[in-house]
């Protein structure tokens, strides 16, 4: 079956504006997770979306950051007016159950560059 | 503060001969340690993972070791195959809750 899609899977952006980038998750996977890696960082975690549950979003930087989840399919990221540090691969991942057992699968990740 | 360590940034190997990846870590709630690998302009995936009840995890060529004490572990290939150059990610959760939290990464060049 297909893997985590993302798009687009590159964006380049003029600071100050906005941004959205999409997450496909694997079908019936119910977990999904936001990471981003900065230039020479290994993966931060963003958000995670389990189900119906409240998410988890204690790694959203700022609140220029946010995510939405429609049911157990598609995740847009949002940056509002974007900053040059935001620049970065974010990743998206899903997982069956969200349990901590659960392996994690990576799409191959938008590619932001804030100018 | 990161907490999860890879502190060699690189490693170089011949093909055939063992690769010996190194994590520290400084969370002692950290309870699940997974390793991934990434090719370029790839997602990571998934390699092999090790709880902290065990200390020892093998899946053919890949084996993990954990030292809970040291709070250390390492990733063992043998024997290593030029296929397997690219980054090698160490990754740590806590049982309350299964978000990763990632080293910086090593890159892994396999010489023929």
């Known amino acids: 079956g297909a893997g985590v899609s993302q798009s687009p899977s590159n964006k380049v952006t003029e600071k100050g504006k906005d941004v959205e980038l999409r997450c496909d998750p694997i079908?019936?996977?119910?977990?999904l997770y936001w990471y981003r890696q900065r230039l020479g960082q290994g993966l931060e975690f963003l958000i995670y979306?389990?189900?119906?549950?409240?998410?988890?979003k204690s790694g959203l930087p700022s609140d220029r950051f946010s995510a939405e989840r429609t049911g157990e399919s598609v995740s847009t990221l949002t940056i509002q007016r974007t900053q040059q540090e935001d620049s970065a691969v974010y990743l998206c991942?899903?997982?069956?159950?969200?349990?901590?057992?659960?392996?994690?699968?990576f799409g191959p990740g938008t590619r932001l560059t804030v100018l | 503060d990161q907490q999860v360590k890879q502190n060699s940034p690189s490693l170089s190997v011949q093909e055939g001969r063992i690769s010996i990846l190194n994590c520290d870590y400084t969370n002692s709630m950290f309870d699940y340690f997974l390793w991934y690998k990434k090719y370029p302009a790839e997602g990571p995936t998934f390699l092999i993972s090790?709880?902290?009840?065990?200390d020892k995890n093998e899946d053919g060529r890949f084996t993990v070791f954990l030292n809970k004490s040291a709070k250390h572990l390492s990733l063992h290939i043998v024997p290593s195959q030029p296929g397997d150059s690219a980054v090698y990610f160490c990754?740590?959760?806590?049982?309350?809750?299964?978000?990763?939290?990632f080293g910086k990464g090593i890159t892994l060049s396999v010489r023929p």
């Open positions: 990754a740590a959760s806590t049982g309350a809750n299964s978000k990763l939290t």
């Open positions: 991942a899903s997982s069956r159950q969200g349990g901590e057992w659960d392996t994690q699968y």
């Open positions: 079908s019936g996977h119910t977990a």
């Open positions: 090790i709880s902290s009840i065990k």
């Open positions: 979306f389990q189900g119906n549950s409240a998410p988890d």
